[in-house]
């Protein structure tokens, strides 16, 4: 099997309710274990994830759940008490951010990670910037500085970010959708084997978050996994294979789109219901958390 | 060429100038640079002659280059408050091996150099491994350097004439048509070139002031920050390893007495020439700018006659008007 994904095969192996969709194929990133505490908060217990080649799973929960965190011990932001990650089959140790993305991973983290004072171009390169050809670049570490906007601009272009005019503009003259734009385009841009995405389109417009909706949509086209945080359930419903359900640090279950209502969704994530083990879906005897009304 | 939106924001003359000075810190120092060289210039004959320029450089180059190692820390939103007293250190120990001891001249320079990029690294420690504030860390270290100091030297001083003639050739002089510059100049003006280089044109650059603007936004990114602000430290030390190589031509000799100030008038250079004390932005172009503004005030306030201590008063009051430009430029900017 090629790894253009079949949406036919994905619907009916996520149908099966079971948290691996079919195929045979082997997870881009296993996750086992992760747990983070910060002193006594408990923020992650045990948390496990399988993100498979041309997916999107959605990572969903309550304020403080626990998802920030949790892709954060992906991605070397946040080093995990304990817990493993493969990726690729392969257990790996990631300690920093730059070793997410020398494995391919890229991550738009909610709370943004740019440099204000430096320019759209710079941003987008920063950590992985082009040196001249040459005497110039090899030794004198010269930066290509015209290849870096030349190269910004198509990319820019290419993902059809129409947001972003002058790419020479300093970060933090731009509004907060486009300051995500950016974000969200380093991320796509650059990714190779998955992206991660925390609310990507909470401060985008409509047709900016469609946008951005868009390109999860070719990421998945294209085999890479997706991730992707998100508050906004229609969303959610509407683009992820599979979702992940994250409920006070721990995964309180994985479900499908196609084999779960929205209702039943909400349930598990607030606790007024939880998954057995056949993903049914059993109303909790916990009583429902204070938070929800 | 698109128009920014701030561009088109900066509707007012004022919001326009604060785009401008923002887009280009090294304005400002430079309008106050040749302004003040102007009026002083108006207000005595000798001011403007080639002699008393000369003697400007000169007079500032000790303070230009540990300026350099300064905004390097500045640029990453720390501070140094050692540079001083690292320089001081290091003179003593090179006058006493390249005097006393009679060691190889180019052989103590190199020593002087790392000895300057130890005391770099100890400061580095404090900062990203202790995870001490820069303010902090390098207020300890000042104390222990100049102690340690004259500890070594035993309070002496070695005069240039028991110099290896290799730690005085700072001192020597040449003339550019009625210019008499020294090797010092030279060395100063050589580092600002490659260090200018090194913030402008590399990664590596970039990195520091990505560091600076935001560390925890630039480690996300994939920056190692931490070995950034190691490396900055560093730097800053060998930096002041050369200064007090300079140093030792200037004064003519290793002494513990001299370059008292030297500390805060690094820091003043820095911050007349528009690097902001938050990190993340400014030019070293400026800080050259900004030694030589310190030089002229104090040289030509001399040649007026006006005491030493109204000196200090001019820079005083330059150095707040510096902040606060610095401040207006940065408020139109989060407004926005
Ligand atoms: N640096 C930190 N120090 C202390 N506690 C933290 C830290 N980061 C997260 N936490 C705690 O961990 C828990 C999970 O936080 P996290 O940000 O992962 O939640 P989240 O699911 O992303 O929430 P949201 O939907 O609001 O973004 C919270 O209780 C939070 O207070
Ligand atoms: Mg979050």
Redesign the interface.
Known sequence: MTLQTDPTTMASAAASGASTPAGGRAPLIEARGIAKAYGAVVALDGVDLDLYPGEVLALIGDNGAGKSTFIKCLTG?VIPDTGTIKVDGQEVRIR???DA?DAGIE?V?Q????????DIA??LF????I?RPGFRGSV????DVPAMRREAREKVQDLGITTL??IT?AV????GGQRQAVAVARAVAFGSKAVILDEPTAALGVRESRHVMDMVTQLRARGLGVILISHDMQNVFEHADRIQIMRLGRRAGVVSPRTHTMQQTIAVMTGAATLDADGRVVPSDEAPSGATS | MTVTHLERRGSTPLERLQLLLHRRPTISPLVVLIVASAVFGLASDRFLQPSNLSLILQQVAVIALLAVGQTIIVLTAGIDLSVGAMMILVALVMGAFGGPLGWNGIVVVLLGLMLGGLAGGLNAFLVVRIRLPPFIATLGTLNIFVALALILSGGRSTPGTDLDPFLTWTATAFAIGDFRLTMGVVLVLLVYLVVGFALSQTAWGRHIYATGDDEPAAHLTGIRTRRVLTSAYVLAGVICGLAAWALIGRVGAATPNSAVDANLDSITAVVIGGTSLFGGRGRLAGTLLGALIVGVFRNGLALMRVDVIYQTLAIGVLILLAVSLDQWIRKGRSAS
Not at chain 1, 111 to 118: F, G, I
Not at chain 1, 126 to 129: A, D, M, V
């Open positions: 932001a920093r951010p730059q993305r991550t983290y709370q943004l990670s740019l440099s204000p004072a430096l710079t941003n920063l950590g992985r910037e040196r004198l570490r010269m930066l005019q002058d503009q933090e003259t731009l509004s």
